[in-house]
């Protein structure tokens, strides 16, 4: 055979190998690309069925009437996430207990343990200013100044805020060691998550100088140095044994009588109400939670920054800020609709779908 045909012929085989082996990478490439479509982008809503295990895990949740729908998602999001025996606290007011009930009792969130506590806002009388106790809202922010009174029989407990996403086992957040000593454990804000997304921008609110007035003497007699670290106090687990034997409910209201009479946190860049007395009562006496069961600020502008890869691996989601994920624009609220049950009642709709649902009609 002359060797121009043996040069035709090897590149005519080389040719018909790297047809089979593009044709076959190609119907790979389709089947990859079928089974991401079909897959939620931030994991699928499989949820944990049979039996559940373990001792049981108490989570408390605040449950305002106007913000129903978050508890509702924030409660699904972490059953559907863990195979534990969670039993939910959820703390509410009288007017909100029967609308709680009833959308508890959808077949989504049949199998949930709960308990719903009545909380008596007149526990707060002498304690906040009159402009903060003006709303339904505010009251219940307290809620977790009184763990061992709405929790017992049970050394531990988690506290979450009720604009949250689970995406995570809950037992591994039940499972922080507190060391000895310390009645609760929180993530601070200037960790690397934290610190990565604020960024320089954002002032000084992740330092004590952002929620305490340290032109007044009875901050400065503290001796707490202003550039300590903040914590957020949104989530958190709490020791109750730990909490009852130091008298850490009363400590708060201490601060919180003081803050009456002379306004130590009022004139604060923060703003909060609920942050100030617990960042007095802990100073330097807390554990550390892992910043990944707490990513936090995606209800502010900094929440855009967070990278859709670093979204799904967070344990956490935490819409901290002035932007909810069922309001009319939020970051990543797509998330918190795979977890959201519509209301039974049809007295909750979330913003955004509410106006999305209006046009097009």
């Not at 079928?34 to 989570?59: C, H, M, N, W």
């Not at 709490?238 to 306004?263: C, G, P, Y």
């Not at 989601?317 to 002035?322: D, I, M, P, Q, S």
């Not at 797509?334 to 999305?356: C, M, N, Q």
Request: hydrophobic fraction near 40%.
């Amino acid at each position: 055979m002359p060797l121009r045909k043996v040069h035709v012929l090897v590149i005519l085989l080389v040719a018909i190998v790297l047809l089979i082996v593009m044709h076959h990478n190609l119907f790979n490439l389709h089947d990859l690309l079928r089974k991401e479509d079909s897959e939620p982008r931030y994991g699928g809503l499989q949820r944990f069925t049979g039996k559940r295990i373990g001792a049981e895990i108490p989570v408390l949740i605040p449950a305002v009437e106007e913000r129903l729908g978050s508890v509702i998602a924030a409660v699904n999001s972490i059953f559907s996430n863990t195979r534990s025996n969670v039993v939910f606290y959820i703390v509410t007011t009288n007017d909100t207990i029967d609308h709680l009930r009833a959308w508890l009792q959808k077949e989504e969130l049949m199998g949930i343990k709960y308990k719903i506590l009545g909380f008596d806002p007149h526990i707060l009388k002498g304690k906040v200013q009159v402009e903060d106790d003006s709303t339904e809202v505010k009251p219940l922010t307290f809620v977790r100044f009184y763990l061992p009174m709405l929790i017992s029989g049970t050394e531990k407990a988690i506290y979450l805020d009720d604009d949250v996403i689970v995406q995570g086992d809950i037992h591994e957040l039940y499972d922080t060691e507190l060391k000895a000593g310390h009645a609760a454990a929180f993530s601070e804000d200037c960790d690397s998550v934290s610190s990565k997304v604020l960024g320089r921008g954002a002032g000084r609110q992740n330092t004590y100088l952002g929620f305490l007035d340290y032109k007044k003497e009875t901050i400065r007699k503290l001796g707490m140095k202003a550039s300590t670290c903040s914590f957020n106090p949104g989530v958190f687990v709490a020791n109750l044994t730990e909490w009852k034997q130091q008298n850490i409910t009363e400590q708060l209201e201490k601060w919180m009588e003081i803050n009456v009479v002379e306004n130590l946190y009022g004139g604060a860049l923060a703003g909060s109400i609920t942050t100030p007395p617990m960042l007095l009562v802990f100073y330097k006496q807390y554990s550390s939670i892992d910043p990944m069961w707490h990513v936090r600020h995606l209800g502010s502008n900094a929440g855009t920054r967070y990278s859709a890869h670093f979204i799904k691996a967070a344990k956490l989601l935490h819409w901290n800020g002035r932007f909810k994920p069922w309001g009319r624009t939020s970051s990543f609220s797509e998330i918190w609709d795979k977890w959201y049950i519509p209301d039974p009642t049809g007295k909750f709709h979330p913003v955004r779908r509410h106006a999305e649902e209006e046009d097009a009609h």
